[in-house]
């Protein structure tokens, strides 16, 4: 019995060293160019974060306007203006359209909608004109509010007439495949266009944010696996033990801190000169052969921070220069002593699969696992917290985020506006210039939650508790 069984354990090894002497490890060049695939084929070996990843906001950004994902009125309401109705949106089977009343003629014309975008907070309908262009339509779908608003008007805080309505589907950037779609799909090419923005081929790959928008294109990586299963065995081993990074694709681990962030900072941070927008266009991940940009971190500040500025109302700043325009999120991190000192990463906080969830249950709200996510640097203050925030512990002003992070990114995208946080985490609330500037223009965490003390008596304990400072 026991003869038996080592000669199996022989035929098995002599049959293993055939297989290996006939299949080798195959070694891949750290610079590469190759072909977007779609992330199905992704997702036929990493099933689970393409399970996290299909049901994420990314994934769901563009789809087709068909019934299961509209989510607008279109049962023939009309649309007021001034207690006027100049619009009207209604569906006929399974197709969708938005009517606008032509200021000359009185006329209601149609426009079939072809694409929605967004679910979340409002949602973009888009539809095809007879020379290619996808163009946004003017009125968009508020979630919250549950109901049709002029969007760009709210954001711009300027007044809605009808023909200001019909301008807005004449400008450049209403060509939504010529000037969003770089963010809002997955490897757009722009094949040919026209100045006016009246003519557009275009393609991409997929609709939605998909793993290739951020991982690069996966031609070879897929083929390197496919064709020779002891790459696989080796891949492993040098990715967990020698720290390479993985064949072919780029995985945020191993890139460096700029090669990281520049994948979300390509959509996040687009506060750059005209100039420079063919450069985030172009940008793809990876590690190109032909010299394609993978790192977009020289531009990350190309625009200075001007007290004030308003326009476009995207990336505006507050009156003391803070970033104030909810396109100012990722300015505000890289704006932080957490980035120009630390390692900070997007990834840290937020799960980079499911872009609405956190990466540990707690890192995105205030409270004691956030807390401990900042003690890991700042490990001095966790022996007596209580010595540094002045506040009872577990009560708002005693967290991390209630005064390094506090809701001053303007986020207008549902009609109302929610603050949400800003990502200068080594930020400290200046009451006192609250108090030359006004609260409207220089808000501080202080008064955030004493708002019925001035900023002066803000001022006058931060000067008690920090004397230092």
């Excluded at 220069?321 to 890289?334: D, E, K, N, T, Y």
């Excluded at 577990?394 to 990114?409: E, K, L, T, V």
């Excluded at 210039?433 to 609260?439: A, I, T, Y």
């Amino acid at each position: 019995m026991r003869r038996a069984r080592w000669m199996l354990l022989a035929a098995a090894l002599a049959l293993a060293g055939v297989v290996l002497c006939a299949t080798s490890y195959e070694s891949y060049s750290s610079l590469y160019d190759a072909e977007y695939i779609g992330s199905a084929a992704c997702g036929t070996c990493h099933t689970q974060v393409y399970a996290d990843w299909k049901q994420s906001p990314h994934a769901r950004m563009t789809e087709p306007a068909t019934p299961a994902r509209v989510l607008g009125d279109f049962s023939g309401r009309p649309w007021l203006l001034d207690g006027q109705p100049v619009a009207r949106t209604w569906r006929e089977g399974d197709d969708f359209w938005m009517g606008l009343l032509e200021p000359k003629s009185g006329r209601l014309v149609p426009f079939k909608v072809d694409y929605a975008i967004g679910y979340q907070y409002r949602q973009t309908y888009l539809t095809r004109e007879s020379g290619g262009v996808l163009r946004r339509l003017p009125l968009e779908w508020s979630v919250e509010q549950r109901g049709f608003f002029p969007y760009w008007n709210f954001q711009e805080g300027t007044r809605a007439t009808l023909p200001d309505l019909w301008e807005q589907t004449r400008t450049l950037h209403s060509a939504w495949n010529l000037y969003c779609a770089r963010c809002h799909t997955t490897h757009l090419e722009v094949v040919e266009k026209d100045a006016s923005h009246t003519r557009a081929v275009t393609r991409w790959t997929e609709d939605g944010i998909a793993c290739e928008a951020c991982h690069g294109p996966g031609s070879h990586h897929r083929n390197y696996f496919a064709r020779n299963y002891v790459n696989r065995f080796a891949a492993f081993v040098n990715g967990r033990l020698r720290g390479q990074p993985a064949a072919y694709i780029a995985t945020a681990s191993k890139l460096t801190k700029g090669q990281d962030l520049s994948v979300c900072a390509r959509c996040h941070g687009p506060d750059i000169q005209m100039a420079t927008t063919d450069v985030y266009r172009d940008y793809e991940p990876g590690y190109s052969r032909t010299g394609r940009i993978n790192d977009l971190s020289p531009y990350f500040k190309q625009v200075p921070l001007e007290p004030g500025r308003s326009h476009p109302a995207t990336v505006e700043c507050w009156g003391d220069g803070r970033p104030r325009g909810i396109a100012m999120l990722f300015r505000s991190f890289v704006e932080s002593a957490c980035y120009e000192k630390g390692n900070v990463r997007c990834t840290d906080c937020h799960d980079p699969h499911d872009n609405k969830r956190a990466r540990r249950p707690g890192l995105l709200e205030a409270g004691a696992e956030s807390d401990a996510w900042c003690l890991r640097c700042h490990g001095a203050l966790a022996a007596d917290p209580g010595a540094h925030t002045h506040h009872a512990a577990g009560q708002a002003g005693s967290f991390c985020y209630d005064c390094h992070m506090p809701r001053h990114i303007q986020n207008l995208a549902t009609g109302v506006n929610r603050p949400v946080r800003t990502h200068w985490m080594s930020e400290v609330p200046r009451p006192e210039v609250s108090g030359r500037l006004g609260l409207d223009q220089a808000p501080n965490a202080c008064n955030d939650c004493h708002r019925d003390r001035t900023p002066a008596w803000a001022s006058e304990w931060m000067r008690k508790w920090w004397p230092a400072r």
